[in-house]
């Protein structure tokens, strides 16, 4: 889908892919200079310009649904202030202003909030909360939202209100999305569990489900993931953490970053509508469109239809006298690869400080073992280091050899990347591995801001035109680059169907290696190279020989997209540490390699902590020398 633009149903988007919702309308009212003794949804009449700047905001920063300013507009919540009879003309004033600031970018949903009332107790008031709710919702729908989301319901018995008076009031012609928020026990008020409230919500035909508010991203994203299995599209909205006081002010703590990190693990568990809720600003929302872009749900993104066969993406034709150069010519690799000669590929990263010498000790003895090319990461795991395009010509210049480079989205936009593929092309660079990239928030300087501007398919579609000629803005090069292109993939992905699914986009936009993250199990490898084996592209295994018990537990447990098999936890337990583990870290890796030989390309082998000559000890045997 376009980054923004409403061009089919949103119910129709969710079941496609990610979307980017909006931040919290109060917060931001609040900041303007709007006092909490003021009836926010009044605004929509007295102030509506103020209104509209914030949704305006919001879709600014990437958000792709806007929710109306009508949290509190049903005549219950409005009588408090004496506004009861202009239900009406409060709400259809809200849908107005928030569709003038949307225009074809966004897709606007009408917000029914709480009534404030308390059930079950002498005098249950549940006859007056539905028709309340039943009035707000055929409102909503006249004035013509997308969707209507009933939110920040912490009583079971009003969410199930809420849902059936939209029903009857609209019946199925418009979304309705419903939300819980939820205690740090991730239950309602009664105590009543997510996945059973999530289960009730279906059965009375919520086509969204889904949680707001609650006590921040780590909660939300731990009851999104239990309503992932219901099978609807599934929404998460939390707030910026608990309000802390500081210097006598409340104030949310959760910082946009800390919020793009959460984000982007909602996307990849499953969740597919991500927003904020109280506390959040558009700086927040900026960072989960961000985390969109990296899952594909936003600009450079994916388009999946259904979940089936993806889109062919239509590459443009080279300008007249530009030849397209095939793989086989573009590079040695590359020829290796077309001749079908077994490849093997070892990482070496650059340093952190300023002298190359030892990196380039490591590939020259790499090299004259055999391997066939040098492996060079960008920033792994958000690291700051010695630019690995720098490194990869000052080990060509000095050894002659031929390097990989991983190019990855995080640090540059759009221009930048022009900039740095065509300068690397320049300089003699050809073999590209093309990745989305590891978030700031994981390596040594969290505040760091991640750009994002193009996620690994975006890159691909990127070098897939220079590779004819054609910069992103349709000007002639001159001339075409010559760049292989590789990409990633996780064979024990949590979300393994959606890594298959984007998989298939990276091969359609542009990519012609595959390079799996380290695995250790032949089964979970064949499962992916089975559904690769379609996709036409060869596989390079990636092999992390384990250092040791400790590092294979933290690979385990603390590295996304990793699994160990207990039976080879314990086999290093059982090696104790120091050389006896490194070695029978090599036997695993080398029985891996033994396993899939017959069913891949070659072997990506990234030695653990620098010790590079245990990837020679891995392919010992298995090189396929001149």
């Known amino acids: 889908m376009s980054p923004r633009g409403p061009d089919r149903p949103l119910l129709a988007a969710l079941h496609e892919g990610p979307v980017v919702g909006d931040g919290g309308m109060g917060t931001q009212l609040y900041e303007r200079g709007v006092l909490f003794s003021v009836n926010y949804e009044e605004l929509n009449l007295t102030r509506p310009e103020l209104v509209r700047r914030v949704h305006e905001d919001y879709v600014r920063a990437g958000a792709q649904v806007i929710e109306t300013n009508t949290f509190g507009a049903n005549a219950i919540r409005l009588a408090r202030h ?68 009933v939110e920040t319901m912490r009583q079971p018995d009003e969410l199930f209100i809420a849902i059936d008076a939209v029903r009857a ?170 001749a079908g000669r077994f490849i093997v ?24 073992g055999g391997v066939d090319v040098i492996n060079i990461a960008d920033g792994a795991r958000a690291q700051a280091r010695m630019s690995n395009v720098a490194l990869a010509v ?54 760091a801001t991640a750009v994002y501007d193009l996620d690994s398919i975006g890159i691909l579609r990127l070098v897939a035109r220079l590779n004819r000629g054609i910069d992103p803005g349709g000007k002639p090069l001159g001339a075409a680059t010559a760049f292989l292109c590789a990409t990633g993939a996780e064979p024990a992905a949590l979300n393994y169907p959606r890594e298959i699914e984007r998989l298939r986009h990276k091969v359609a936009a542009g990519a012609e290696l595959v390079m799996t993250q380290p695995v250790y199990d032949p089964a979970v490898l064949g499962r992916m190279l089975d559904d690769v084996a379609p996709m036409g ?24 997209g990793m699994q160990i098999p207990d039976a080879i936890r314990e086999r290093m337990r059982k090696a104790g540490s120091g050389q006896d583990a490194r070695r029978e870290g090599v036997a695993i890796a080398r029985e891996m390699l033994e396993a899939v030989r017959g069913r891949v390309a070659g072997a990506y082998i990234m030695p653990p902590f620098e010790r590079h000559e245990l990837a020679l000890e891995v392919v010992d045997g298995f090189l396929d020398r001149d």
């Open 169 to 338: 009031a609209v019946g199925r012609d418009v979304t309705l999305i419903a939300q819980a928020s939820l205690d740090e026990d991730l239950t309602m008020s009664d105590g009543t569990g997510i996945a059973e409230i999530g289960e009730a919500m279906k059965a009375r035909g919520v086509d969204v489900v889904g949680v707001n508010c609650s006590d921040g991203p780590q909660h939300v994203l731990d009851a999104a993931e239990l309503l992932v299995p219901l099978g609807l599209p599934v929404s998460a909205m939390p707030n910026a953490g608990l309000p802390r006081r500081v210097d006598e002010r409340f104030l949310y703590v959760a910082t946009p970053e800390y919020f793009g990190v959460y984000a982007r693990r909602m996307y990849k568990v499953g969740v597919r509508l991500v927003g904020g809720c109280c506390g959040t600003t558009p700086e927040h929302i900026k960072r989960i469109a961000a985390a969109a872009r990296m899952t594909g749900a936003s600009s450079g993104g994916p388009e999946v239809e259904g979940g089936e066969e993806p889109a062919v993406y239509a590459h443009p034709e080279p300008p007249q006298g530009v030849r397209v150069v095939p793989t086989g010519e573009k590079s040695r690799l590359g020829a290796k690869l077309a």
């Open 394 to 447: 000052r080990m060509q210049q000095a050894l002659g050899i031929e390097t990989l480079v991983h190019v990855c989205g995080r640090d540059r936009n759009l221009l930048a990347q022009v900039a740095h593929l065509v300068g690397a092309h320049v300089l003699g660079v050809r073999n590209l591995v093309v990745i989305t990239g590891d978030p700031p928030k994981m390596g040594d300087f969290p505040d």
């Open 537 to 560: 592209v060869p596989v390079l295994v990636g092999l992390l020989p384990l250092a040791s018990h400790r590092n294979a537990e933290f690979l385990h447990n603390e590295v996304p």
């Open 345 to 368: 590929s070892v990482e070496v990263n650059p340093p952190a400080g300023l002298d190359p010498a030892r990196a380039i000790a490591a590939a020259k003895m790499l090299i004259d």
């Open 82 to 149: 004496g506004l009861d009879d202009r239900v009406r003309d409060i709400n259809l004033r809200a849908v107005e202003v928030a569709r003038e600031a949307a225009g074809e970018r966004a897709w606007v949903v009408g917000a029914i909030g709480p009534s404030g009332l308390v059930f079950g107790g002498v005098e249950d008031e549940s006859a007056r909360v539905r028709a309340a709710f039943h009035e707000q919702a055929t409102v909503l729908a006249e004035g013509g939202v997308d969707a209507i989301v």
